[in-house]
């Protein structure tokens, strides 16, 4: 049966006021993306049709899931894009997703990527970490699931390959080009004859070939430890730790040492668990799983899984996957060879991957099983507290500031158990006295609910603010005086800053044992809302001090401050250059000794 709200929804089309169900008869049977926008036409869904008339209609017929029901909720107008076919629908749909990131289509959306080391195509390359793969842009090795021993990884071969370290070429040498490190092209003529042999070597040991690397750091090691150079000593020992971090565990090897990704996926009702297994030359090192629900048609979301998990992810040499109906799609979609193997090693790399996916489904089913019992649980006790029938979305404040120097605060909404990062606002505060954490309370609510009224956005259920009744209060009368009825709560903390009591709506202070739901659910709001203002705080604090310190300096203008960051890249690392590195950044002798006595007073010469 058609539901109600499916049956009433109208669009607006051309003046007129027209059936959403009629409207769509007109639609092609061709293949295409439609597009369903909101009333203030922001693009709320994308989709991909091998017909687009069918697929659309299919959304006005038959009980919908709840998601769907609230997308249709929203839905205003429809538009759509015919393409040539539906490998090309499937293109466009994942460019038009990652364009506009359509808040419906947030299944799809995820933001987690592994690090790869890219050697640059330029005429000097350089080696760097990169987080995004484009193979115009040079050549990509990866991913490394440990991003730490990565970034040590490019540090080591920055160190032993004397390429270009500097992002753009300098006037003169600089410091590299002086302990070995670069082959100084800003200063000598440098061809692409002379990096060849370089970068043989440090594809080699991209490709897995570690021996030559770690028996060149083994050689420098024991030299430095002969020298009595033990700091030296013990930094060439923890790049030999880090380069054999990256070195594969092997669990599968394939003797052709091809680089692959393979493919699996368990399906029940509505939700999807995906995983990748990643191997490089030939083995197994490392696993990507993906956890949806609330999924429809699944194998036409596992396609776009796929698809757009490679618009972050270097696409390898050869993907593995299950029989699928539209596979084919997949082929020419990724442009690369994809298998679906029914027998021979490949097939047991499937097969493992398959059984690992059920597993993952079904771990990920207990974990949110008991997370979602934990949830109802606490907020149970919540509304019991508060005397609410219910509360879904929540906003929780903080404040921070030091001595009343650089005081800024936050706010964190949390609906339905999920925290809404997207919804986080920051605030730099501006009221006279920043020493007067009320008055800073009552300018961020002010702030906060001025705008969201003014905007005409959904307002929670609950505020909740930090410190005890006169606090409570303070928030209480900057609500009332907005003109909205939003009920205030306050979490009180002990003598060991431990929350012990909340200040309900009506002002009472209400125990909280440490052993409730409650107390779980309410310390990881305040653990996320401290999290989210103290790093907005500390970013704030560290570009003054990275600015104010060189400020200081008699004979640094902007232009000098400017320079000497990006030569030296930090003040931690002005600061411990010598009188001598200094001047080979073009700094004159005096300056080079004012800068180096401003960070070493104890050395000023009398």
């Given at each position: 049966?058609?539901n ?34 909101d ?13 687009l008339?069918?697929?659309v ?11 769907t ?18 490998v ?11 364009k506009?990131?359509?808040k ?12 790869y ?17 484009d ?5 990509f ?7 730490k021993?990565a ?11 004397p ?18 490190q670069c ?8 061809t692409?004859?002379?990096y060849?042999?370089l970068l ?13 690397v ?6 420098r ?13 013990k ?38 668990t ?15 799983v993906?956890?949806?629900?609330e ?9 776009s899984?796929?698809?757009?998990f ?7 040499k050869?993907i ?33 991957a ?7 489904f ?6 949110q ?9 606490g ?13 879904s ?12 120097t650089?005081?800024v ?20 505060l ?5 020493r ?5 309370m ?40 907005l003109g909205i009825?939003?009920?205030?709560i306050?979490?009180m903390k002990d ?19 440490r ?53 030296f ?8 250059a ?5 001047k ?19 050395n000023?010469?009398?």
């Open positions: 049966m058609v109600e709200l499916t049956r009433n929804l109208l669009i607006q089309r051309r003046g007129d006021i027209v059936d959403l169900r009629t409207y769509i008869k007109s639609f092609p049977m061709q293949p295409g993306c439609y597009i369903m926008k009333k203030k036409d922001t693009i709320i869904y994308i989709g991909k049709a091998k017909f008339k069918n697929r209609s299919s959304y006005f017929s038959g009980e919908q899931h709840t998601k029901q609230r997308l249709l909720g929203e839905v205003h107008k429809i538009d759509y894009i015919v393409t040539e076919t539906e090309e629908a499937l293109l466009l749909e994942n460019q038009m997703i990652k506009h990131s359509p419906y289509n947030i299944l799809l959306k995820d933001d987690k990527t592994y690090p080391i890219h050697i640059t195509k330029e005429e000097h390359p350089r080696i760097l970490i990169a987080r995004e793969v193979k115009k842009k040079g050549w090795y990866g991913p490394y699931p440990n991003s021993s970034r040590e990884v490019v540090d080591v071969l920055n160190m032993l390959y390429l270009r370290k500097c992002s753009v070429l300098p006037k003169k040498e600089c410091l590299y080009y002086h302990l070995g082959l100084a092209p800003c200063i000598l003529p440098v692409q004859k002379d060849q042999p043989q070597d440090i594809q080699s040991f991209l490709r897995g070939d570690y021996e030559g770690i028996s060149t750091l083994h050689e090691m024991q030299r430095a430890a002969e020298s009595l150079q033990f700091e030296t000593a930094d060439y020992r923890d790049a030999i730790a880090h380069i054999q971090q990256l070195q594969p565990k092997q669990h599968v090897m394939l003797q052709d040492k091809r680089n692959r990704d393979i493919w699996g996926w368990k399906t029940e009702g509505d939700m999807v995906v995983q990748v297994l990643h191997a490089r030359n030939g083995a197994v090192v490392q696993r990507d993906m956890h949806y629900t999924v429809e048609d699944a194998e036409g979301f596992i396609i899984c796929i698809v757009q490679y618009t972050k992810h270097l696409v390898p050869e593995l996957l299950p029989s699928l109906d539209k596979g084919e799609l997949l082929k020419e979609a990724l442009l690369t060879k994809v298998y679906f193997p029914l027998r021979g090693q490949k097939k047991k790399l499937l097969e493992m398959m059984r690992n996916a059920e597993h993952a079904a771990m990920e089913q207990i974990r099983e008991e997370k979602s019992r934990k949830y109802k649980e907020m149970s006790e919540l509304t019991s507290l508060l005397g609410m029938a219910d509360v979305r929540i906003e929780i404040f903080d404040n921070a500031h030091l001595q009343g650089y005081a605060s936050g706010v964190v909404v949390y609906e339905n158990g999920q925290f809404l990062r997207k919804e986080y606002r920051k605030f730099r501006q009221h006279d006295n920043t007067d954490d009320l008055a800073s009552r300018e961020v609510i002010l702030r906060r609910y001025t705008r969201l009224v003014k905007e005409e956005k959904v307002l929670p259920d609950v505020i909740i603010v930090d410190g005890g009744k006169t606090q409570w209060h303070t928030a209480q009368v900057s609500v009332k005086q009825t939003v009920p205030v306050s979490l003598e060991k800053h431990r929350t012990h009591a909340i200040i309900d709506i009506n002002g009472i202070e209400r125990p909280l044992k052993s409730s739901y409650l107390y779980r659910l309410v310390s990881s709001w305040q653990e996320e809302v401290h999290r989210f203002v103290i790093t907005y705080f500390r970013s704030l604090q560290a570009k003054d001090i990275k600015t104010s310190v060189l400020d200081t300096i008699k004979g640094i203008g902007p232009k000098r401050k400017k320079e000497l960051l990006k030569s890249q930090s003040i931690e690392k002005i600061k411990n010598s009188i001598e590195e200094l080979l950044e073009g700094v004159s002798e005096q300056l080079a000794k004012t800068i180096y006595e401003a960070f070493h007073p104890e000023k010469e009398e």
